[in-house]
């Protein structure tokens, strides 16, 4: 999953807000069950309250008595987190010495800060106050009046019942937010891969479009990528119209040019004088020079046009064929090594004029022997050769390099005994700049020349 790619996006996005989102939500839980607990926990300590007022307030005298026990065996072990006390209230004050307490608290005195505490509409005041030997209690108190005296009636147990409590949920929490966020990452990932499964369907609808496996993006796609489909088949089609058109336009050109090319020729080649000499003669090199041009228009078209495919190892052995009987009086040993799986992603006819100049250029000047070697080059993310790379050797003389250099210009011939108009490299060269690919000469390692021809790979 790239970093630039809409997949990394997507997971990265819904992964953030998950990262984001369930650790407040985390936190957020956590509070209100300590809520929760501190209501239960002073709901407790409200209910020993009650019974310590009942029993410490004689309904009969209106005065206040010790109170008896209570029945809760945690008010009569020493220091056991659990405590009642009774003192008198002065100026908004307890009195520093209780006058009851229960037998838990030994000598030690509960201290409330009565005086900064506002009770709440049940007339109690809550708070986290630290006991003896370091304990932290949670007390409430209720300030009473008997007899015309006030009395801050307290009772107070342990924070570590809430702080457990509140621990083991913590714990549940954060295992059941990581299941549940890990859920929720596999989750995006399963999504993202099945949401954007169609622009892979169309990836490889277009890649079989383009090895000219189909001619149409072909499927049933979302409702949303249908316009994407519809509006690449309408670009398929109008490339396909614009070729047609480009092929039609140059056939007409060529017709009307070389009627009346054909006609001053002619007229010129039925005079025996100087001037029709030389018009014959640039007669001969317009027509060389738009035919050149004609066909390197047509070439480009066909090169523009989506789907073209062509099988390598059959031309090349259809050629050699060819040639060997054009060159059989001169008994050359043709070697052609070449895999079967190759293709040329481009027209059959330009690779067939490409090759065949080459094998014919190399058939003129060989001694005895001619090689063709073709492999693939880079492959691609799917194991396909990104390129085809052609060498054709011959063992004839060779060239040098400021020779190999002009062979491949237009029009320029190295030696007029051999027969040809001197366009067949040039025409390579040309036709392999429009494919995207290269031509270059070099020294063979059969003693003459290398011709080698790097083209696009289906």
């Not at 051999?418 to 366009?423: A, C, E, F, T, V």
């Amino acid at each position: 999953m790239k970093l630039n790619s809409l997949s990394f996006r997507l997971f990265a996005s819904a992964a953030g807000w998950t990262l984001i989102v369930l650790p407040i939500m985390a936190v957020i839980l956590i509070s209100l069950f300590r809520d929760a607990v501190e209501r239960s926990f002073d709901a407790r300590l409200n209910t020993y309250l009650t019974d310590l007022l009942a029993e410490s307030v004689d309904t009969a005298s209106g005065g206040l008595v010790p109170p008896p026990d209570l029945g809760i065996s945690e008010f009569n072990l020493p220091l056991s987190g659990w405590y009642w006390q009774i003192s008198p209230i002065k100026r908004g004050l307890p009195s520093a010495r209780p006058l009851y307490a229960s037998t838990s608290l030994l000598a030690e005195v509960l201290q409330l800060p009565s005086r900064r505490l506002i009770p709440d509409a049940t007339g109690l005041k809550r708070a986290y106050v630290p006991g003896p030997k370091g304990q932290r209690l949670r007390i409430i108190e209720r300030a009473v009046t008997v007899d015309s005296k006030v009395y801050g009636f307290m009772v107070a147990g342990a924070d570590s019942e809430i702080e457990r409590e509140i621990s083991d949920f913590q714990f549940m929490v954060i295992v059941a937010l990581s299941v549940f966020g890990a859920g929720l990452v596999l989750a995006t990932v399963f999504q993202v891969r099945f949401g954007l499964r169609p622009l892979r369907a169309i990836r490889e609808g277009l890649l079989a479009i383009r090895s000219g496996q189909a001619s149409r993006l072909e499927g049933d796609y979302p409702l949303e990528i249908e316009p994407l489909q519809d509006e690449l088949n309408a670009l398929i089609r109008s490339n396909n119209d614009v070729v047609e058109r480009a092929r039609t336009h140059v056939g007409n050109l060529a017709h009307a040019l070389k009627t009346p090319l054909s006609v001053i020729t002619n007229e010129a080649r039925g005079k025996k004088t100087a001037l029709a000499a030389t018009v014959a003669t640039q007669s001969d090199l317009m027509r060389t020079q738009i035919s050149h041009h004609l066909d390197r228009a047509r070439v480009a078209a066909r090169a523009g046009v989506i789907g073209g495919l062509t099988d390598v190892r059959p031309i090349i052995d259809g050629l050699g064929r060819a040639l060997m009987r054009i060159h059989d009086d001169k008994s050359i040993a043709l070697d052609i090594t070449c895999p079967k799986e190759l293709k040329f992603q481009g027209e059959k006819q330009d690779f067939e004029e490409m090759v065949g100049n080459l094998l014919d250029n190399a058939c003129k000047w060989a001694n005895d022997r001619v090689a063709v070697t073709v492999e693939g080059d880079a492959s691609n993310a799917d194991g396909k050769a990104a390129m085809i790379v052609i060498d054709v050797d011959d063992d004839g003389p060779g060239l040098s390099k400021a020779e190999r250099t002009a062979a491949v210009k237009r029009g320029r011939r190295l030696d007029e005994t051999k027969p040809g108009s001197g366009l067949g490299l040039s025409i390579v060269a040309d036709l392999a700049h429009l494919y995207k690919g290269s031509f270059e000469l070099d020294v063979s390692p059969l003693g003459g020349l290398r011709a080698r021809l790097r083209l696009p790979a289906a």
